[in-house]
């Protein structure tokens, strides 16, 4: 079985990174973002509730109301977008859970798996929504 990055992560860095271009003068409402974005509405609804719930945005409602960013570009890392969602990337359980696999004190690619691991979630960390939308240019 592949290790895929799921479409809720991947609508998650789209509506973030279109939050993000947005900036702070104007709320985007949810039909907005679903409809730039081409995600589902009821989709979006939940992907925002979970990104809210992660402090991530905020919402407003009402006249004017919708949803902005609360950190900056630069301070929200991928890694902040994956956990938020509660989808990280795990390429295999015994490099993120000890008791995974029975065979771990013996098995001989355990190593290569975790330090594989290692540099993923260091990219994860490193990269953020400004290193995103800097390389759309």
Avoid at 70 to 75: L, R, S
Avoid at 93 to 117: F, H, L
Wanted: glycine share 8%.
């Amino acid at each position: 079985m592949a290790t895929y990055i799921n479409r809720r992560t991947s609508y998650a860095m789209q509506t973030l990174v279109r939050l993000a271009l947005a900036g702070d003068d104007a709320p985007l409402s949810r039909d907005v973002i679903a409809k730039s974005e081409g995600i589902p509405a009821p989709f979006l609804e939940k992907i925002l509730q979970q990104l809210a719930g992660a402090g991530l945005i905020e919402g407003k409602k009402g006249p004017g109301g919708g949803y902005r960013l609360v950190h900056a570009p630069q301070d929200v890392s991928i890694m902040d977008v994956m956990n938020s969602i509660g989808e990280p990337v795990e390429i295999n359980r015994c490099t993120t859970e000890e008791d995974a696999c029975d065979r771990s004190n013996c098995c001989p690619s355990a190593a290569i798996w975790k330090k594989v691991q290692r540099e993923i979630d260091e990219i994860l960390r490193r990269e953020t929504l400004a290193s995103v939308i800097d390389g759309m240019t």
